[in-house]
């Protein structure tokens, strides 16, 4: 009897494990690309990337921080739900002139962890 009561127990728990790593949050991005095209030097300009939490559980953004410090961001501080939405917003501000590419890495608890989203252009005197 004890052998067949630790074997379901063990099943109970094993399956547990598997039904709870099954439950992810995930992203569902509008576009993880944006192009400015032409921009004037020393006017910042801003990106918004939406997306929807497409996972099972709250979707917790850890960090979003830009490739360099010419690119500020801001980002939920608060879980998304399953099925809500949120944005993150990338300010590039540009010195130099000529073509750029940055990027925005965001951490998270949702499937792969990093997401990298790309902004670029050209600035213009």
Same mark, same amino acid.
């Given at each position: ?8 127990? +063990?099943?109970?728990?094993? &399956?547990?494990?598997? !039904?709870?790593?099954? /439950?992810?949050?995930?992203? $569902?991005? %509008?576009?993880? =690309? ?16 939406? +997306?929807?939490?497409?996972? &099972?559980?709250?979707? !917790?953004?850890?960090? /979003?921080?830009?490739?360099? $410090?010419? %690119?500020?961001? =801001? ?16 300010? +590039? ?33």
């Amino acid at each position: 009897m004890k052998k067949v009561t630790l074997l379901l127990l +063990f099943s109970f728990i094993t &399956a547990s494990i598997v !039904l709870a790593s099954a /439950a992810v949050a995930a992203f $569902g991005w %509008t576009a993880t =690309d944006h192009n400015f095209g032409q921009i004037k030097q020393g006017k910042p300009v801003m990106a918004e990337f939406a +997306f929807t939490n497409k996972g &099972a559980v709250p979707l !917790l953004i850890h960090k /979003a921080y830009g490739s360099c $410090g010419c %690119t500020g961001v =801001d980002y939920p501080k608060q879980p998304i739900m399953p099925g809500a939405s949120g944005t993150i917003k990338a300010t +590039f501000n540009a010195a130099a002139i000529g073509t750029f590419n940055k990027t925005v890495t965001v951490e998270s608890n949702a499937e792969g962890g990093l997401v990298t989203l790309n902004i670029h252009g050209e600035v213009t005197k």
